[in-house]
């Protein structure tokens, strides 16, 4: 219910305040950054003047349904590591075998089994946001959660324990990367570990209120 999602949503909030995010999957993502005091957008479902009032940042005041999801740009100098994406289409290519390299926040390295250059042309369009890491995003909604018999995603990826890492302008959501260009990137096998503590595992969500 409502309560039970708020209640989560505000719990994994006061963990990212407190410790750092490691990201990992079976694929070879392994990827670290730290919040600060960034803002922490909390889906929900909480359209009320109150919430509004106070907004941080323009994500604060758009209200998303079905609700279930925590947003943050991490700080961007803090993001470590690698990211190993879903074989997916780039710059209209197909690509796979992805996996970029970050260092403060930047990608450093382009490596992939095919259509590494459509990814680095891709990238280069999207100028410094292209080379950027843009936001964790994290599914809580038990709702939505992926059925263990199917691959697709409900919604846009908010089901619980679904994790999305995307690239990008991050301006809306309090960061400090400009230029408009944004993917947003699924992980449906994915580990989120905050502090010492185990909340995602392998794509299922274990701390939940």
């Known amino acids: 219910d409502y309560q039970k999602l708020s209640n989560s949503l505000e719990e994994f909030e006061r963990a990212l305040r407190k410790g750092g995010v490691t990201v990992t999957t079976s694929k070879g993502t392994n990827l670290t950054f730290k919040i600060g005091d960034r803002p922490v957008t909390k889906q929900d479902g909480d359209a009320s003047l109150a919430r509004t009032q106070k907004a941080r940042n323009l ?13 943050v740009a991490p700080l961007e100098e803090t993001v470590e590591g690698t990211i190993a994406f879903p074989d997916a289409l780039w710059d209209n290519q197909k690509v ?11 990608v450093t390295n382009i490596n992939a089994l095919i259509g590494a250059e459509a990814v680095k042309a891709e990238l280069d369009r999207g100028g ?5 890491f843009r936001e964790l995003a994290v599914g809580f ?3 939505l959660a992926i059925p263990e018999d199917k691959h697709w995603i409900p919604y846009y990826g908010y ?9 990008g302008d991050n301006s809306e959501l309090g960061g400090k990367v400009t ?11 994915a580990t989120v570990i905050v502090g010492n503590e185990v909340w995602v595992k392998n794509g299922k969500l274990l701390r939940v209120d």
């Open 59 to 71: 994500i604060d005041r758009e209200i998303e349904l079905p609700a279930g999801a925590i947003r």
């Open 96 to 106: 796979e075998g992805l996996v970029l390299t970050f260092k403060k926040g930047q």
């Open 128 to 132: 410094e946001a292209g080379h950027s």
């Open 141 to 143: 909604n038990p709702l």
């Open 159 to 167: 089901g619980a324990g679904v994790v999305r890492l995307s690239l």
């Open 179 to 189: 230029g408009g260009y944004v993917r947003w990137n699924l992980f449906t096998d």
